[in-house]
């Protein structure tokens, strides 16, 4: 499979744990990208790597959350004592230097309980 | 800054009938145009794309979306609607880091 994976598909969580979802890219694609997506909305873009590089924040990143590209290949969201707002859907995306769309994951639902 | 807009939050057509879904965008600068299909608990999956050339632009499943300046519009069209269109249905505008989506709208689509 050469698409864009997410893992994991599901969390359920307490709200105040913390959680890390991780997107590992297609393999040639130097750009990844990470979304939000609630329900009956469209996806909002949260932030963007390029290579290793993490080049823009989305001011929808709060405090509580991080993204790594350690290596320039797989990446990893990390929310920080997390809130009931924080459940939505959460989208990986890729693209390669000469591409126009981006490849999408099947995304993280994340419910905070 | 640039954006799109989805005219209807909910379409619903007979099967058989015409598909149209509308999107206009508001860019600064020449716009790529992207239009995307999510079906239930999925990621979103490339219908189609407008870069440069043709303002006609084909997409998979049978669909199609034109290009249009003068009216900043993008829609997409399928002139024979399949159960398996139903579905939500995002428009997009590549801005210069990242991807603009509109709200979408959902494809519901009747026997």
């Known amino acids: 499979d050469t698409g864009v994976s997410q893992n994991p598909r599901h969390k359920i969580t307490k709200r105040g744990q913390n959680v890390t979802f991780r997107c590992d890219p297609i393999?040639?694609?130097?750009?990844l990208y990470w979304y939000r997506q609630t329900l009956g909305q469209g996806p909002e873009f949260l932030t963007y790597f390029q290579n290793e590089a993490q080049l823009e924040k989305s001011r929808l990143l709060s405090d509580r959350f991080s993204a790594e590209r350690p290596k320039g290949s797989f990446s990893t969201l990390e929310i920080q004592r997390t809130e009931q707002g924080d459940s939505a859907m959460y989208l990986c995306?890729?693209?390669?230097?000469?591409?126009?769309?981006?490849?999408f994951g099947s995304g993280t639902r994340l419910t905070v309980v | 800054a640039q954006s799109v807009t989805q005219l209807g939050s909910h379409v619903s057509v007979s099967e058989g009938a015409l598909v149209l879904l509308r999107c206009n965008y508001s860019?600064?600068?020449?716009?790529?145009l992207f239009w995307y299909v999510q079906y239930p608990n999925q990621g979103l999956q490339l219908l189609l794309k407008?870069?440069?050339?043709?303002?006609l632009v084909k997409g998979i499943n049978g669909f199609e979306a034109e290009f249009k300046k003068s009216e900043t519009s993008f829609h997409l069209t399928k002139p024979s609607a399949h159960m398996s269109d139903a579905a939500e249905y995002f428009c997009a505008v590549s801005a210069i880091n990242d991807m603009r989506f509109g709200a979408g709208t959902r494809l519901t689509v009747k026997p």
């Open positions: 995306a890729s693209k390669g230097p000469l591409e126009y769309g981006y490849t």
């Open positions: 393999s040639e694609h130097n750009r």
């Open positions: 860019s600064s600068v020449p716009p790529y």
């Open positions: 407008y870069t440069t050339g043709a303002t």
